[in-house]
């Protein structure tokens, strides 16, 4: 190990015994209970990969018999054994397939049997987060009928997600969402074994364990190197759908409304200050830890640094004698400032992943129309300004290696041969 990451480890080391708050790694428990429509393509282990590319460690169980749903989970004795284990951190609940969109029985019976199920999982985990799997309902045949009725059922179980989710104070996961929007993207690839069958093939289990990922873990999935043995630009494309459906409607999924989700965005300015404000969501109180030993109870906490550094931020929430927590890394350098133009010339060009885990490479993306004759090239800087890397960039994705590259805050500019700039972007690496 290289002197400058042996010094990295021993900072993060420093800083969480100074926070006295836990920095170990924590691998979550996760139950899913559902039916053939969880357990196909064995969809809960994508998710756990998802989780390890994103360095968030779950183990998953999975008990889900074939053509069930809630009128069999709520009176079956195996699944009230598994809330009896205790300790899950992540409880799935899938209705079942004609339940979904009401077809077999009404809504309001399902939500009976849900209470029953998700009372009884809290009993035992108290401060488990629970989430219904709305599923995708499958497209009969080729045809615009069958098209039509298969927008009209996934409409129908999405209003039922909704009012169900309200009904038990839990989250959804959208996997049908985002298997609507890829099939209104592209209706000439397939994502269901065949028509007429409800069953994701494995690039619906991929799409829906992209929705998944993003809300369990609450992090942007797009970029990341893993395609589960599939087409890369199709997962690609479904990873960037997933975190348009997960993160532009967040609080329509119940994020942080029925339990308490940490999560913050914050400021740079006037050299050292940080403002940093709390996400909305549920919480009794919180506490701040900085990362350089001070702390603070308040919601938008004004935070003045000694001097420019990186340092480990963490927030917890607290509601109703649970906790939810969040960490990442702050750069405070008149280099990396507020003044960047985030690529202001460049409508279009997208730097992703960003931050980014797991991963030895960033993908700089430039739309053709903006280019022109010009021949554009990218300088990554490190926050004192040295320049790191150096490459030319074509149309379309450009993907760029990050090497021997710490965890930290760069920046990324992009210019024309000719020396003018088009734009900045702050680059993140967890």
Known sequence: MSLKKIILVVLWIVQCIVH??????????????GNSLTYTNNMPQTVKAFGDMLGDSIDVTMYAPGGTGFVNHHIDPNVYQLFRQGLWDIIVLQPGSNESPAFSFPIDSTIVWGEMLVDSARAYNKCAKIFLYEISYGVMSPTPPSTSNYFFAQSRIKMNMLRLADSLNVCIAPGGEVMRSIWTEDSSFLLWGSYGDIHPNAYGSYAIASAFAGILFKKHISGLPFYSGL?????????????????????????????PDAAFHYTVSGGNSVQFNVAPSVYDSLRWYFGDGAESILPNPLKTYASGHQYYVRLVTYANGCADTYDTLVAISNFISNEITDFASLSGCLIYPNPIIGSSMVTVYLPSDKLLLNKVRCIIYDMTGRELIQSSLINGENFIMLEGISKGFYMVNILYESGETLGFKKLIIQ
């Open 20 to 33: 006295s708050t836990e920095c170990r790694a924590y691998t979550k428990k996760a139950l899913f209970i």
């Open 231 to 259: 087409d890369s630009n199709k997962c690609k494309l479904y990873q960037h759908i997933a975190d348009s459906i997960v993160f532009t409607s967040s609080i329509e999924w119940g994020t942080g409304v029925y339990s």
